[in-house]
């Protein structure tokens, strides 16, 4: 912004009209940048005045189609044909095909929006005539994708997967990987409509793993919509459920980048504030020093009047920008606490605080962490007699019930793993009591599971048994990933701990020697020793069912 308006200051000063409609297109997408599309247009509009006047046809025509694209992004569909319009009648003048190509294209997805599907295969159908006599290869996988989406929205699948296998040959050509990756989630969306499930799961499966390739979190997540919805059509709730998962966690990762994004316009925008007002401080002491000339050359009544109006409008000004101020520095202090809410769904609050005053947040041993795991039992055969989303519900339903308990012994939930649930007690903040609030939490867990059996049982639907087990000592905590945010645990604590879960029995909590060592002699608990029990990688180890004392 700095740099654009220094050439802006100094082409006006040329009078180099060229050089200002350059430099004001550059401010308009500037503010697009920052979300201000009514400026953005404004400034578009400036340019696109002082290009007329020069009449630089060029030059026009892209701005132009600035304004035509940006109004179709509003979906104001009037506005963006009639600027692409008047875009197409100068490229066709000016011959250069690749232009009118791309035009064409445009005003092609403006009726395809409409749902004029006729018309818009008529732009794109152009569009593609001409890509193939300037013959570059990108922008013909372009309108052939193009004219695919049509032919799927008009239900002509046939067609459509015609056209999208075009555009993937000439990808595959070019090396187009994120263009690859959309038209395989094309070409799967286009398998679930026409049930082909398996072929489906294929392309989209294809589409996913390039899409992770590239790091592109908006096409993972359309691939894994088009997984989840493939699998669910054949009846594989469990993989179904897996991708509704990855699906949320890929929402959140677009919410936390919205979020971010939206943090860099407040803080660019308080700087602008800053400059506003600082300028108008100048302003106003230059202003200040001009009148108090003009009073010492001319002492009238008229000119003193007139000073005196002058100085009060300015300090009007002044306490409205200052009204402007707090107004903008309360609205920044909202959506700081949104995103310190955010920051801390997904990581501990002493984690998110080192990772705030350090940039980063290091690896830590802890000495003494209760791991707790909880899985249903038979959860494959149950899914099986719900549909997805009752499956979905149930599960967010016992999951949220669990988060609250952990809460409230103060026990830090870790990830959830398809059924799975996982807590640790003791980290980040190691606590003497760590290892009994995690049993309590633990049992209470177990309560919740068998009223809700009860209840489901009693409305005839289908329950969840759930195992549970726990195990206390050392692991290797600390954050995974860079570009989203995830606390883990490691170490063969945490592995032991999941044999000690899947060798316990449904409604118990099973327990470690090394758990009960650290609590046997607590009054609240009961225990049932259950002797040496093999287990699988860890040999023979000793276990327990613990139970709160009568």
């Not at 967010?396 to 830090?412: H, L, P, Q, R, S």
Request: one cysteine or more; glycine letters at 6%.
């Amino acid at each position: 912004m700095r740099y654009i308006k220094e050439q802006l200051a100094i082409t006006e000063e040329l009078g180099y009209k060229p050089g200002i409609a350059n430099a004001l297109s550059k401010l308009g997408i500037i503010y697009g940048e920052l979300g201000e599309d009514i400026k953005r247009i404004e400034y578009f509009e400036i340019s696109l005045k002082i290009r007329e006047e020069v009449g630089e046809k060029s030059a026009i025509a892209f701005s132009l189609s600035n304004i035509g694209e940006l109004y179709l992004a509003q979906k104001n569909y009037a506005k963006a044909l009639e600027y692409q319009l008047r875009c197409l009648k100068l490229r066709e003048e000016l011959g250069n095909q690749a232009n009118i190509a791309f035009t064409l294209s445009n005003m092609g997805q403006i009726n395809t929006d409409q749902g004029n599907y006729d018309t818009a295969l008529e732009y794109h159908q152009q569009s593609l005539k001409l890509g193939e006599v300037y013959a570059d290869k990108k922008d013909i996988a372009l309108y052939l994708s193009s004219i695919g989406e049509v032919f799927k929205k008009m239900g002509d699948l046939t067609k459509a997967s015609d056209y999208y296998k075009r555009s993937m040959l000439l990808q595959d050509e070019i090396g187009d990987k994120p263009e690859i990756a959309e038209s395989l989630a094309n070409m799967g969306e286009l398998y679930l409509i026409q049930k082909e499930y398996q072929k489906g799961i294929e392309k989209c499966q294809k589409a996913y793993m390039i899409a992770l390739e590239l790091g592109s979190i908006r096409t993972q997540k359309m691939a894994c919509k088009c997984l989840y919805e493939n699998y669910k059509g054949e009846r594989n709730m469990v993989k179904a459920l897996e991708y509704h998962e990855k699906m949320i966690v890929l929402n959140d990762s677009l919410k936390s980048e919205e979020t971010s994004r939206k943090l860099h316009q407040m803080e660019f925008a308080k700087t602008m504030l800053a400059d506003s007002i600082a300028k108008a401080e100048n302003d106003r002491l230059i202003a200040t020093e001009h009148a108090e000339e003009l009073r010492k050359k001319n002492q009238t009544q008229n000119i003193a009047i007139g000073i005196g109006a002058f100085i009060l409008l300015l300090e009007a000004i002044l306490y409205n920008r200052l009204k402007f101020v707090r107004r903008s520095k309360a609205s920044l202090e909202v959506e700081k606490n949104r995103s310190e809410n955010l920051l801390l769904n997904i990581l501990p609050k002493e984690i998110a605080q080192e990772l705030k005053d350090k940039g980063k947040a290091e690896a830590r041993d802890f000495d003494m962490v209760s791991i707790l795991f909880t899985d249903f039992k038979s959860f494959t055969q149950a899914s099986e007699k719900l549909s997805a989303q009752e499956l979905v519900k149930e599960i967010n339903t016992c999951f949220e019930a669990f988060d609250g308990i952990i809460e409230k012994y103060g026990i830090e939930k870790i990830k959830t793993i398809g059924d799975a649930y996982m807590a640790a007690g003791g980290l980040p903040v190691p606590s003497d009591e760590s290892v009994v609030n995690t049993v309590l939490a633990a049992l209470e867990m177990q309560v919740f599971i068998s009223d809700r059996i009860i209840s489901k049982r009693a409305r005839n639907e289908v329950p969840f048994e759930m195992r549970l087990g726990i195990h206390t000592g050392p692991v290797v905590a600390g954050i995974v990933g860079v570009k989203k945010f995830q606390y883990d645990i490691w170490g063969n604590t945490v592995n032991t701990a999941s044999r000690i879960e899947s060798t316990g029995k449904i409604g118990k909590v099973n327990i470690s020697q090394r758990t009960y060592e650290l609590i046997k002699n607590i009054p609240q608990f009961s225990f049932e020793p259950r002797g040496k029990i093999e287990v699988k990688g860890k040999g023979i180890v000793d276990m327990y069912f613990v139970n709160k004392a009568s």
